[in-house]
């Protein structure tokens, strides 16, 4: 049972397929509106792990309900909880998706995005997440923009646990110039039912004007030292003040944001300090927010 229970969601699921229509905003991303659908209560714009269950001819009454509204909200009146429902052989993980269902000719099923043509900067969401493993993550984002079921930006990221409602500010990459056409966000609680992640205000922020984010005068900005023993890099950026001078984020591997700077003075060009002393050793991304656009750079502590 808990083979094609998991078969099933990861078929519908991945990859999220695209659907060319007009634009549209994020439906619903505070959880304030909810409906009965299939025999329970689901957030308006949003699909649940009942909901896919219910599309390819589950019994309704025999659909573990995985997501559900709760009152301990960040912002607003409610929050959804995402819990996989059930154990062993019946468990079932628990999925929330902007999306809609299709059936095609050949009676297979797919979710595809809704309409959807901006290119925003970043993907921010309020969260808790609670586990049997506080060191482990146990809950994941997926977010894809699409044009005619070519990517053209992505987001994959894992999400630790936290006991109190964490901003998460994740920037998309982009990999291709095209104008999306459909989005599809998924979000993931799942491996054990001792995994509760509370999600709210999930919005859209920010405009990628570039090509794609991180192309922006490539060679112009220099990052040294990278990798870092000891936590301080220096950007420069001869040719061009502007870039090594720009307002800037830097977020770790899981999406949260761990500085923040404002735009620096043009004399900071020639070596602009980055101070990241006292951060874990691993992988964060550094966003520089220029006229021209977004110049995204990898940055490494060992």
Excluded: C
């Excluded at 969601?9 to 909810?34: H, I, K, M, R």
């Excluded at 995985?66 to 154990?87: I, N, P």
């Excluded at 997440?129 to 146990?138: E, G």
């Amino acid at each position: 049972m808990k083979t094609k229970l998991f078969s099933i969601l990861v078929a519908l699921v991945l990859p999220l397929a695209a659907l060319a229509q007009t634009p549209t905003t994020l439906l619903n991303g505070n959880f304030e509106s909810w409906e009965t659908r299939n025999g329970a209560e689901n957030p308006v714009g949003w699909l649940t792990s009942g909901d896919l269950l219910a599309f390819v001819g589950f019994p309704i009454e025999l659909i573990p309900r995985a997501v559900s509204k709760v009152t301990d909200a960040h912002g607003g009146s409610f929050a959804a909880r995402l819990q996989g429902a059930g154990s062993g052989e019946s468990f079932l993980p628990s999925l929330l998706l902007k999306g809609s269902l299709q059936s095609s000719a050949q009676n297979d099923v797919k979710v595809v995005g809704i309409p959807f043509t901006g290119r925003p900067a970043r993907l921010q969401f309020w969260y808790k997440l609670t586990s049997s493993n506080a060191t482990v993550a146990s809950a994941s984002i997926f977010l894809k923009l699409t044009n005619n079921a070519d990517s053209v930006a992505v987001i994959l990221s894992s999400l630790l646990p936290k006991a109190t409602y964490t901003l998460a500010d994740i920037p998309l990459r982009y990999i291709s110039g095209l104008q999306p056409d459909s989005m599809g966000i998924q979000f993931l609680a799942g491996s054990t039912n001792n995994n509760i992640l509370l999600l709210d205000d999930v919005q859209l922020v920010g405009t990628v004007t570039s090509a794609r984010a991180g192309t922006t005068a490539p060679a112009a900005l220099q990052v040294y030292p990278n990798p870092s023993a000891s936590g301080e890099f220096s950007l420069a950026s001869l040719t061009d003040a502007a870039l090594a001078t720009a307002p800037l984020t830097i977020t770790n591997a899981t999406g949260r944001q761990v500085l923040r700077q404002g735009a620096a003075p043009a004399s900071a060009a020639a070596g602009r300090l980055v101070d990241l002393r006292g951060q874990r050793g691993g992988v964060y991304l550094l966003r520089l927010e220029t006229a021209a656009g977004p110049i995204v750079r990898k940055l490494v502590i060992q």
